[in-house]
């Protein structure tokens, strides 16, 4: 797409006593004038106007400040035109640090034009881009819509998600009041096509607010912070796949006998016996008894527990499946089986992969 730059127009009438700038109106009587000291913007022509904008370093964006409102809320909005992501950096050089990144999907505000770059800020970034990286004046007002997204926030305490417009229509799941989905389409009778993870339905109009958000850059502190949450996250996902199958390992060996001091899997094992053996197929090693597993990996906090993590009560242990349960070798009457986590005063929680 070819860029354009947009020189916005001054509209300055100038009238005996009165200067006319687009949104508002100075008047000065001809006694005033003569009291007061000369105003910032002398009545003097369009000359002076200029002049007078120009030392105060308004310089090429004295069209950001004088514009006619019908210009709207494009005049200093503008959009990425790359790919990926192009670096905004700390000064209009090539060679400078970059501070953040401006992606393919981000708008941005227009702080100042420079000769073949432009200052910006997007989101909580803010420095200098190739003019040739963004899309700016009129063809931001027309491509405003490829960059902005509809999103519903909920206002009601739950509201249904439907299979269609209307009540008598099948729920599909629920949404709680604060929550923000996309709109995915027009609205039809009031209701709105929302995508709530992987289902799409459809909402009453009454209960949401709808508002268009846009996308934006982010600073070099952002982007890392982010990729270390992410990078956790997808740590945490390997670790509850890893203790699922602990857990899917162990539930194996439901139904078989409890023995005091064993630890078989199959013909009998007490507490830590079991939870060490199943550890062991996984090639894990694990203290034998509850009062050493205490001390086993690192500790977390129950409302953090996973699907692996040793559940350490006074003299027991178990296994956390999730949902509040475990899988453990109970006693000779229950052999191995599963029960609430919370049966008991729980000492800790341990993560051992």
């Given at each position: 797409?070819?860029?354009?730059?947009?020189?916005?127009?001054?509209?300055?009438?100038?009238?005996?006593?009165?200067?006319?700038?687009?949104?508002?109106?100075?008047?000065?009587?001809?006694?005033?004038?003569?009291?007061?000291?000369?105003?910032?913007?002398?009545?003097?022509?369009?000359?002076?106007?200029?002049?007078?904008?120009?030392?105060?370093?308004?310089?090429?964006?004295?069209?950001?400040?004088?514009?006619?409102?019908?210009?709207?809320?494009?005049?200093?909005?503008?959009?990425?035109?790359?790919?990926?992501?192009?670096?905004?950096?700390?000064?209009?050089?090539?060679?400078?640090?970059?501070?953040?990144?401006?992606?393919?999907?981000?708008?941005?505000?227009?702080?100042?034009?420079?000769?073949?770059?432009?200052?910006?800020?997007?989101?909580?970034?803010?420095?200098?881009?190739?003019?040739?990286?963004?899309?700016?004046?009129?063809?931001?007002?027309?491509?405003?819509?490829?960059?902005?997204?509809?999103?519903?926030?909920?206002?009601?305490?739950?509201?249904?998600?439907?299979?269609?417009?209307?009540?008598?229509?099948?729920?599909?799941?629920?949404?709680?009041?604060?929550?923000?989905?996309?709109?995915?389409?027009?609205?039809?009778?009031?209701?709105?096509?929302?995508?709530?993870?992987?289902?799409?339905?459809?909402?009453?109009?009454?209960?949401?607010?709808?508002?268009?958000?846009?996308?934006?850059?982010?600073?070099?502190?952002?982007?890392?912070?982010?990729?270390?949450?992410?990078?956790?996250?997808?740590?945490?996902?390997?670790?509850?796949?890893?203790?699922?199958?602990?857990?899917?390992?162990?539930?194996?060996?439901?139904?078989?006998?409890?023995?005091?001091?064993?630890?078989?899997?199959?013909?009998?094992?007490?507490?830590?016996?079991?939870?060490?053996?199943?550890?062991?197929?996984?090639?894990?090693?694990?203290?034998?008894?509850?009062?050493?597993m205490v001390n086993a990996?690192?500790?977390?906090?129950?409302?953090?527990?996973?699907?692996?993590?040793?559940?350490?009560?006074?003299?027991?242990?178990?296994?956390?499946?999730?949902?509040?349960?475990?899988?453990?070798?109970?006693?000779?009457?229950?052999?191995?089986?599963?029960?609430?986590?919370?049966y008991a005063q729980i000492?800790?929680?341990?993560?051992?992969?």
């Open positions: 797409m070819e860029k354009t730059h947009i020189r916005r127009r001054i509209a300055i009438s100038v009238v005996t006593g009165m200067i006319m700038i687009p949104g508002r109106a100075i008047t000065v009587s001809a006694a005033e004038e003569a009291e007061r000291e000369q105003p910032f913007v002398q009545v003097a022509g369009i000359e002076s106007v200029l002049e007078k904008c120009y030392e105060t370093d308004v310089k090429e964006n004295i069209n950001l400040y004088l514009v006619p409102s019908e210009e709207g809320e494009y005049l200093n909005m503008a959009f990425s035109d790359t790919d990926d992501f192009t670096y905004i950096r700390s000064a209009p050089d090539e060679e400078s640090d970059w501070v953040g990144k401006l992606y393919g999907n981000s708008a941005a505000e227009v702080l100042e034009y420079l000769d073949g770059w432009t200052k910006i800020r997007s989101g909580s970034a803010e420095g200098y881009v190739p003019e040739d990286a963004l899309i700016t004046g009129e063809d931001a007002r027309i491509s405003a819509g490829e960059y902005a997204t509809d999103k519903a926030t909920v206002t009601a305490a739950v509201l249904n998600v439907r299979d269609g417009q209307g009540t008598d229509k099948p729920v599909l799941t629920q949404v709680e009041q604060g929550e923000k989905y996309i709109i995915t389409g027009e609205s039809v009778d009031g209701w709105y096509p929302v995508k709530v993870g992987e289902i799409d339905g459809w909402v009453c109009g009454e209960y949401i607010v709808e508002e268009t958000t846009y996308s934006y850059g982010e600073t070099k502190e952002e982007e890392e912070e982010r990729i270390a949450e992410e990078k956790a996250r997808e740590e945490a996902a390997q670790k509850a796949s890893t203790g699922q199958s602990v857990i899917d390992y162990a539930c194996q060996f439901i139904g078989n006998p409890y023995v005091w001091g064993g630890t078989s899997l199959t013909d009998g094992a007490d507490c830590s016996g079991f939870v060490q053996s199943v550890y062991a197929h996984f090639g894990v090693s694990l203290p034998r008894t509850t009062y050493e990996g690192y500790a977390v906090s129950y409302e953090d527990a996973m699907p692996g993590d040793l559940i350490l009560y006074n003299g027991h242990v178990g296994l956390y499946m999730g949902d509040g349960n475990i899988v453990n070798a109970m006693n000779p009457e229950k052999g191995i089986g599963i029960c609430s986590a919370t000492i800790s929680v341990r993560r051992v992969l």
